[in-house]
Nanobody
Framework: VQLQASGGGLVQAGGSLRLSCAAS????????MGWYRQAPGKQRELVAR???????DYADSVKGRFTISRDNAKNTVYLQMNGLKAEDTAVYYC???????????????WGQGTQVTVSS
C-alpha cells in the first residue's frame, strides 16, 4: 500500500485543518487505519485510529478535538483537526494501525507526510 498525506499547513492556535490520506491498493478496506505524528526530537505517536467497523480511538492529547474518518470507496482516510494547539505541530502520516503498536513500528513504509504548524 502506498500512502500520500496532504492538507497540512500553517494555522493559528485555535484554528482547524483537515488532512487527507490517499492509499493505493485494493485491500484498503480490510485494515484499521491510523493517523500518526512526529514532532522534531520526539517519537512518532498514533493520535487517531479507525477500525474497519468504524470504531475510533484517540490519544488523550487530541481527544475531543480531532476526528478520524474514512471513505473506503475512495481509499482515503481523513483527520479533522479543530482547536489546534502549538503542541500539535508535527509531520502527520497515515498508515495501518495495529493494537499495541502506538509508534507504528510494525510498518517500514510510510509514504509522504504532511507538515502541520500551529503558531501560538
Amino acid at each position: 500500500v502506498q500512502l500520500q498525506a496532504s492538507g497540512g499547513g500553517l494555522v493559528q492556535a485555535g484554528g482547524s485543518l483537515r488532512l487527507s490520506c490517499a492509499a493505493s491498493g485494493r485491500t484498503f478496506g480490510n485494515y484499521a487505519m491510523g493517523w500518526y505524528r512526529q514532532a522534531p526530537g520526539k517519537q512518532r505517536e498514533l493520535v487517531a485510529r479507525m477500525t474497519t467497523d468504524g470504531i475510533t480511538d484517540y490519544a488523550d492529547s487530541v481527544k475531543g478535538r480531532f476526528t478520524i474518518s474514512r471513505d473506503n470507496a475512495k481509499n482515503t482516510v481523513y483527520l479533522q483537526m479543530n482547536g489546534l494547539k502549538a503542541e500539535d505541530t508535527a509531520v502527520y502520516y497515515c498508515n495501518r494501525a495495529l493494537l499495541g503498536d502506538s509508534e507504528g513500528r510494525s510498518f517500514s513504509s510510510w509514504g509522504q507526510g504532511t507538515q502541520v504548524t500551529v503558531s501560538s
